[in-house]
């Protein structure tokens, strides 16, 4: 059946921020490049760089930004076609990174800026450009098409908005992921995502449907035992309500867990994903990179 030699691409994405989007971004990254031995590349597309500072040192990234080798000005040259395009994906592109064991060596990182957040407006704009010669959501895929077949894998960390910003990586993703705590308020607005994404797909001519939703930061507690319990028989909210099938719950639940919280310090000299994460969640973790994989693997062939 269909094969190719073009990576799985999948966007983690919620509106809402605070729910885990780019820890388990990173983490999914991560332990497709180390354990599972895949040629990954992640690509932050939040202005907050989270995913940025997590896998790089805040020095390497600031030399990165001076550059002008980040998504920000990817975006810049684009829109301000009277300056000389400075971003080169191949200068941009960190090889290496993590911060467990002196950086993963599958793993790649396309990096963020806080100055993402003076663009995103303005990429709309793009095409009003005098003698503009790109959509303005072809943006980014323009820009990795030399790159991609490098990679089995990239994973994009979106920013809490289904924005210009977010339209660009979904234009060549091949499924998103929709981390969500379980909560009545966090899995409020999934409906809207899912529907918004389908229509968004529909519009090139293409199926983007959700690879499944992942319970994150969950604690004992009866409102996230139900909440999950309500995912795993399919009876979210609006979903059932409307008859439309909900998404697959993932079977792997994300802990909230301290170490996680900490392996967010880009200086903290870690030398596992176990110790990155701590057991429990590093077993979560790693549980929730092969469904993924094994959901990708089932679509190639
Ligand atoms: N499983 C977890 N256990 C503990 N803290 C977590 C967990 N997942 C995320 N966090 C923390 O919660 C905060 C928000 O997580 P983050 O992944 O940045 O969310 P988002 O990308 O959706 O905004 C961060 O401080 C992060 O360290
Ligand atoms: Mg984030």
């Not at 939040?46 to 920000?72: C, F, V």
């Not at 009003?128 to 072809?138: H, M, Q």
């Amino acid at each position: 059946m269909y094969r190719s030699n073009l990576p799985h691409v999948l966007s983690f994405i919620n509106l809402k921020g605070g729910v885990g989007k780019t820890t388990t971004a990173v983490a999914v990254a991560e332990m497709l490049a180390h354990e599972l031995r895949k040629r990954v590349l992640l690509i932050d597309l939040d202005p907050q760089t989270n995913a940025t500072i997590n896998l790089i040192s805040e020095k390497r990234w600031d030399e990165l930004d001076r550059e002008g080798q980040t998504i920000a000005q990817l975006f810049e040259d684009k829109i301000n076609l009277h300056r000389k395009p400075k971003f080169d994906v191949e200068k941009a592109i960190v090889r290496g990174v993590s911060t467990v064991d002196g950086g993963i060596a599958r793993l790649d990182l396309l990096p963020s800026s806080i100055r993402l957040i003076d663009f995103e407006e303005r990429i709309a704009m793009i095409s009003y450009n005098p003698g503009f010669l790109i959509s303005p959501l072809d943006v980014l895929r323009q820009a990795l098409e030399p790159v991609l077949e490098r990679y089995e894998y990239v994973i994009i960390d979106c920013p809490p908005s289904l924005g210009s910003v977010t339209k660009n990586g979904l234009r060549i993703s091949t499924g998103y992921v929709i981390p969500t705590i379980p909560d009545i308020v966090s899995t409020w607005g999934i409906y809207q995502i899912v529907q918004n994404v389908r229509s968004f797909g529909a519009r090139f001519g293409r199926v983007l449907e959700p690879l499944g939703i992942v319970a994150t930061k969950v604690q004992r507690n009866n409102l996230h035992a139900r909440v999950m319990e309500d995912l795993f028989h399919g009876r979210l909210g609006k979903f059932s309500e409307e008859g439309v099938p909900q998404p697959r719950f993932f079977k792997s639940r994300i802990p909230l867990a301290v170490d996680v919280a900490r392996g967010g310090d880009a200086d903290a000299g870690l030398r596992t994903l176990k110790s990155k994460y701590g057991i429990e969640a590093y077993e979560a973790l790693h549980e929730l990179a092969l469904e993924i994989w094994a959901l990708c693997e089932a679509r190639c062939h």
